[in-house]
């Protein structure tokens, strides 16, 4: 059984930073990826950045040069450092490791409000 589990969220003004924290335990094959979504009220969820177990990132084009995704030692962690916040970040947040065609995990999500 593999769980997520996110920490980090919270109320931030707009041009703030917060961290998001996510580890993972259980059976985890070493060749991953893990990542971060969101999903903002009336839309769909999206990709914001990932990180595979080799280091290689991959963002969103509206976080870019604001988010940071990194990878904990002790490899089952990751991490999101958001700086300049913008009211259109908010939503909730979600950590997502996969490895293979079909192996998806989810965690609970963490909510991200970023004030005007």
């Known amino acids: 059984q593999v769980q997520l589990v996110e920490s980090g969220g919270g109320l931030v003004q707009n041009g703030g930073s917060l961290r998001l924290s996510c580890a993972a335990s259980?059976?985890?094959?070493?060749?991953?990826?893990m990542g971060w979504y969101r999903q903002a009220p009336g839309k769909q969820r999206e990709l914001v950045a990932f990180?595979?177990?080799?280091?290689?990132?991959n963002y969103a084009d509206s976080v870019k040069g604001r988010f940071t995704i990194s990878r904990g030692d002790a490899k089952n962690t990751v991490y999101l450092q958001m700086n300049s916040l913008k009211v259109e970040d908010t939503a909730v947040y979600y950590c997502?490791?996969?490895?293979?065609?079909?192996?998806?995990?989810w965690g609970q999500g963490t909510q991200v409000t970023v004030s005007s």
């Open positions: 259980g059976s985890i094959f070493r060749l991953n990826t």
């Open positions: 997502n490791l996969r490895w293979g065609s079909s192996t998806i995990y």
């Open positions: 990180i595979t177990s080799s280091g290689m990132t």
